[in-house]
């Protein structure tokens, strides 16, 4: 009897149009959020993640079959997808929002993610995606997926190895004071930490390629999906400016400075 093949991966990569991480941050008029009117570009751990899913089909060649992009956001948001798409994606999905609409919430992002990956005729056997968004630093994204989806998860991933004969993923992840491996039965969900890798430069013949790659259109009533928040912020207000220190000329002056700031030996 001749041994059965070995499936292909399909590789699914989430990125998020987010500001620029050299942008000064700023609060706007209004105090309802920073200021958006500023350069923007795809999340750095998500940029990671693509680096890892190209890297994945260099060493593994022809056992990858597909990576796929995938991002949420307003008209802008096909940039993120064509950044993706030069880097070494094959495909990519835009579900396209309003431009002043807010920002989908980490349980409706995993939704509509478990409603693409159901849609895919093929299958999904790997998500990649990073930790967390430098925007909302909520980093839940990919474990909420997980756990809709019922699927092993590997979080703040600093090594990834996948053996597509054993279906297996064995991942070295990051925790306080040292790192730990996990192995997991595929598919899997696998949220990218900083050490993973160094993302590569797109060349300019890959940009001019990637604008001939294809992206499907799908808004949220197509997934079915409610992206009405869940959350109110009330409020966002800068942090109090700091106020610059001084010197005193001896231990009695300090301990009198200590006491005017109201700071006392217990």
Known sequence: MRPSAIRLLNILVPVKRAVDYSVKIRVNPQ??????????????FDEIAVEEAVRLRERHKD?????????????????????ALAMGADSSI???IAENAPAPEPLAVAKTLREIIKRQNEGV???ILGKQA??????????????LLGWSQATFASKVEIDPAKKEALVTREID???????????????TDLRLNEPRYASLPNIMKAKKKP??????ADLGIDYTPQLETLKVTEPPKRVGGSKVTNVDELVAKLKEAGITAA
């Open 31 to 44: 105090q309802t959020g920073v200021d958006l009117n500023v350069k923007h570009s795809m999340n750095p």
């Open 63 to 83: 056992q990858v079959k597909s990576i796929k992009a995938v991002t949420i956001g307003p008209p802008k948001a096909v940039e993120t997808l064509r950044s």
């Open 94 to 96: 835009h579900v396209e």
């Open 125 to 127: 056997d790997v998500v």
């Open 134 to 147: 430098i925007d909302d630093d909520l980093g839940v994204t990919g474990q909420m997926l997980a756990g």
């Open 177 to 191: 004071g040292g790192s730990e491996e996990v192995r997991c039965r595929l598919p899997v969900i696998i949220t």
């Open 215 to 220: 992206v499907e259109k799908l808004t949220p």
